[in-house]
């Protein structure tokens, strides 16, 4: 099969959505399809094959997004050399636009990824107040394709309660091998070089960004070491657009020695980073799967979690972590409530066992399936057209 794979944001801009189109991407590749990722430019790509790269109208948004122009003719002239049995867009507007023009004028089958609460990132673009039109909006652009794909059950749950009229099934993002086998001789590089003097090691990975609910963790961690936690070094791994803001608020809180700002990390790296840690702390409310979360597990680390939807999907109390309500107090509690007690080799196992759900290879056999659904349906939809339209001109013809 050949497939079109149409984005707004791709490497090397570092977030969950360019990670899974990447998985997804060279999962497919590995069963024998063709893959075109249709892109925005960013400055510092690397030309790769099987890669269209189109114009941005802006560079460097909210910490290295681009802002595509999906208006260029390249992405039409690319597509009809590319003869694609299936059109795969991960976002409803811009690239989402192009894909369902695209769909619409070459009756091509057009399968879209919800991978995220999108009103959630309105702030970014100035557009807050069209948050309430959102649900609406989803609604709209569904229409226009034969499948919709949902990341987590509950995310499905929520497309199905908005009104999403397309068939909604659910798939993942895949993890490849390498995030199963992290390097340990690394790993306890990191983990001597933050807590060589005994201290507990957490690890989190999150764009530094306001939606990622980095200041109530935070807030947490001071309640912890007031609660008379022991000593820990927290490992907050990431960039983005509120580091400053963050890093102020870790100096009043009197965290300045417990907390790191690792920055950025290559996404081969994560791994290495949450091994050495004991937990995965997260309190991000904004996830639709959580992939940093699976990451994590693969890598032997379990989590705690504020519950929210995504993480519920993935995070079972007592089995490869915990999740506690949107309170600092019980985040805290439970912190300290979980290495009191003991419990980081029973839930460690757990974690890797849940992980291993999502290897990569059978998202793509998952993928193929909704692919291969998606061509019927649209063939469904064409023999339907076609009839009603036969049906009409013979009508026409008797009255004539």
Do not use: W
């Not at 990670?19 to 991407?25: F, V, Y």
């Not at 909604?168 to 390097?183: A, I, M, N, Q």
């Amino acid at each position: 099969m050949k497939i079109a794979m149409m984005t707004n944001s791709y490497k090397p801009f570092v977030a969950g959505v360019p990670i899974s189109i990447e998985r997804l991407t060279d999962s497919l590749r590995r069963q024998g399809h063709r893959v075109v990722v249709f892109a925005p430019s960013y400055a510092g790509q690397k030309e790769e094959e099987d890669v269209v790269r189109y114009r941005s109208l802006l560079r460097n948004v909210a910490g290295g997004f681009s802002v595509p122009d999906c208006l260029d003719p390249a992405i039409e002239r690319e597509f009809l050399r590319g003869e694609f049995d299936l059109i795969h867009v991960h976002h409803p507007m811009m690239a989402g636009n192009a894909a369902r023009y695209l769909s619409r004028k070459y009756g091509t089958p057009l399968v879209f990824t919800y991978h995220t609460r999108y009103e959630q990132y309105l702030h970014y673009v100035g557009l807050s107040s069209f948050k309430s039109v959102m649900p609406a909006y989803i609604r709209s652009c569904t229409r226009d394709c034969d499948s919709v794909i949902a990341p987590t059950p509950l995310m499905k749950e929520y497309l199905d309660g908005i009104g999403v009229e397309s068939c909604v099934r659910v798939l993942p993002t895949g993890l490849t091998g390498e995030s199963f086998s992290p390097d340990k001789e690394k790993a306890g590089e990191i983990r001597k070089k933050y807590a060589g003097d005994g201290r507990h090691l957490f690890c989190c990975v999150a764009r530094l960004a306001k939606e990622k609910n980095l200041a109530f963790l935070l807030r947490s961690m001071k309640l912890y070491k007031q609660k008379g936690g022991e000593p820990f070094r927290l490992l907050l791994i990431g960039g983005g657009p509120c580091r400053r803001e963050l890093e102020a608020l870790a100096q009043r809180e009197g965290l300045a020695q417990d907390v790191v700002f690792v920055g950025s990390v290559s996404n081969r790296k994560i791994g290495d980073y949450c091994h050495a840690g004991e937990l995965f702390l997260f309190a991000s409310k904004s996830e639709t799967q959580g992939i940093v979360l699976i990451e994590a597990m693969a890598a032997g680390t379990p989590v705690l979690a504020v519950r929210a939807t995504g993480t519920e999907d993935v995070v079972a109390d007592g089995v490869n972590g915990y999740m506690t309500e949107d309170s600092e107090e019980e985040f805290a509690s439970k912190l300290m409530d979980i290495l009191e007690k003991k419990e980081l080799e029973l839930l460690t196992r757990g974690a890797v066992s849940t992980a291993r759900a999502y290897e990569d290879g059978q998202i793509a056999l998952r993928a193929e399936g909704i692919y291969e659904e998606a061509v019927k349906i649209r063939e469904e939809k064409l023999r339907e057209k076609y009839y009603h339209r036969k049906k009409r001109r013979n009508m026409l013809y008797s009255h004539g």
